[in-house]
Structure formats: structure tokens, C-alpha cells
């Protein structure tokens, strides 16, 4: 801390350190961490900064990650249940994601969820923050849908993921707002919710609510990311909506220019698999590297305005399956791109309109939309021209593609 150390070296899982901030003045403070391999050899972290305020007991950082819940409750935290759920801290089956614990629900066939109000130690959450949390799925207990709450006075902030079978709040609203299908089963996977989305920038938080339909799950490390470091969602943005514009699909938009790159082209397939949408989808060759099938100089252009979601379905081959899947589009510029799996085309800057990182792969074998923000790859009030379904290895199918209101 500052230079100093705060203590002896931690020897032992999980490396962690309780810093009382009582002990150090309020305002700015950096905390470096220094690891030691078993041959002596030191690597120094990156510093972060944290702000210190002990007249408050609401947790307050800058460009750091806070957790909130981690093997146990916030300060003064009234835990609660409902649905025959409880608070079940368990150290196995399966391994905690970080720690030495983490809560599991009892196994549920309708509503059941557990959650607390009235911490005393609150979460602060800024603009531009991100919500997380980590889930593991019992994959012989599939619940039908997942939901995360959280009480800043009121418990009308919420996302979900899966079916739409809790009816708290309005659907495709802050109440209640779908993030997309559910999260793969049998492994963690890290839950993220931009607080824009649930209405809570600017909010300070008391209560979180861990919920699902059916089924069994265990959670841990739940907190807020704030806008320097917070890691964009790690599953598919998924948004419904009664009035899609459909751009592509069976054929291209009308005086497109179709092109490919790296082995690739057009090809319009009926079956294996069956289109999403339609009686064609247009399938990409099997590569081991970059390979792409696009067009450009489209004169049926796609206008894109304020709060539109860009979408396609893709449809990847389980025995074939990519490492990266990328969209573009072109309004002039083919600046705006957003990706699922591992960063490995290198258009563009990461972290950035050119590259943006959507999440993991989605679900082989089956038909996933990719739903994409048009604020968060640049093209609010833009008209494209083009579009680009880029992949790094493997095969997909791509179908029905578009934008959402």
C-alpha cells in the first residue's frame, strides 16, 4: 500500500489480503501486488487506485472492481428467502469461484430465490459501472430462468437470462430487462450487466436478490466493475423487440457487392442445418484461420438510429467450431465490429468501437442471436451500406440479420 507493505507474505489459496482502511487517511491510495514463484523470481502487478472515504460506509473506488458478496454478507445485511430457497454456503460440489465459499439454492420447480436488503456497507455504483456476479448451473437441474435484483430503495432493477417465466416488473424495461439465453451449465460463467441498462448509475445499492425458475444454482463473487476496468458482459446482449428490420436474409440487400476473404465465399445453403429464417442461410467454408464472406455498396442501406441493437443469427459447427466469430458493419468505414471468443482478428482496437468484445462463443450446434448495441460499435444515426461475418477457424451458418428498435 503506497510503497509499504501490508502485511507478511500470503503462503496459501485463495492470496488474499484484508486491508482495514480505517488505519490510512481518506483520499487516494495505490495498492500494488508483488508475486514471488517458487525460485524466487518477483513479478510487480499494475498499481490500482483506490479512494478512501471512513466518514461513509458506502464502498466507493476508482477504475477498480468491488466485491460486494464473497463467502459471506455485507455489513448489516438482512438476509431472506423465499420459494423454499435459503442461504446454503457450501466449500464443494462445485468449488467456489473465488474464496472459500459460495451460496447454493435448493432445487426448485417454480420461483424460488434468496437475497438481502439493508447492508449497512452499500455499493456505490457510478456511470459507466457494470454489475456483476458468477453463476455455475447444475446441469442436472436446468433452471428455465435466472434473474439478478438489486434494492437501491427499490427492487425494480433486474435482468435475466432464459425464459421469460418470472414476472417481476415490466419485460424490456429496467424492471426487467433480457440479457440473453442462459449461460452455459457445469462451469462458472461471470454474469455482467452495464447499471445503465437497470437504471442504477448514480445509484447506491443496500440489497441484491439471486433468483431462478426451477432448477439449481450456485452463486459467488457479485459486485460492480467500474468503467476502467470493467470487463464487457460474458454472454450474448440479446434484445427482442415486435419491429425488426431484416437486412439479409435468403439473398443479400439489393445492389450489394458480395465479396470474401481467406478461402471463404457465398454460399447459400437449405439444409444442414436448416435455415433460421426463410429457405436459405449462407454458410463460410471450413478455414484454420481468418476467413470472412461480406458486401458493401448495398443501395438498399440499413439506417440505424439512436437505441437500435445490430443483430444476426449465427449457427456454429460443433465439429468445427471457430475460436472467434466477428460481426462488421460498413457506413464508410468498416470501424465497427463486435466479437465473441478469443480476441485473435486483430481489425481495429480492442476495447473500442473497431473491436468491441461481446463475450464467449455462443452455444454450438443450435441457432444464437447476436445482438449487438449500435452505441457500443459506433453507428447510432449512421446508414450502412455493409456487413462482414468474420470468423477465425472453423464454420458457421449466418442467417436473418438486421437491426432492432
Known sequence: LDGANLGSAVTAAPYAVNWDTTGVSNGSHTL??????????????????????????????????????DDSLPAGAIAAADGGDGWFWISS????????????????????????????????VQTGDTLFAFVYLDPSNLPSEIMLQWNDGSWEHRAYWGADLITYGADKTAGRYYMGPLPAAGQWVRLAVPASLVGLEGSTLNGMSFSLYGGRATWDNAGDASAASATTTTTTLTVSTNSPVIWVDDSLPAGALA????????????SNPTPYSGALASQSNIGSGLHEHYFYGATATLAVNTGDTLFAYVYLDPSNLPSEVMLQWNDGSWEHRAYWGADLITYGADKTAGRYYMGPLPAAGQWVQLAVPANAVGLEGSTLNGMSFTLYGGRAAWDYAGKAQ
Open 259 to 270: 465479396t470474401a476473404d481467406g478461402g471463404d465465399g457465398w454460399f447459400w445453403i437449405s
Open 93 to 124: 460440489n462445485p468449488t467456489p469461484y473465488s474464496g472459500a465459499l459460495a451460496s447454493q439454492s435448493n432445487i426448485g420447480s417454480g420461483l424460488h430465490e434468496n437475497y438481502f436488503y439493508g447492508a449497512a456497507a452499500t455499493l456505490s
Open 32 to 69: 500494488t501486488a508483488i508475486a514471488t514463484d517458487g525460485v524466487g523470481l518477483k513479478t510487480t502487478s499494475a498499481p490500482v487506485t483506490i479512494t478512501v472515504n471512513n466518514t461513509s460506509t458506502t464502498t466507493s473506488t476508482s477504475g477498480a472492481t468491488v466485491v460486494w458478496v
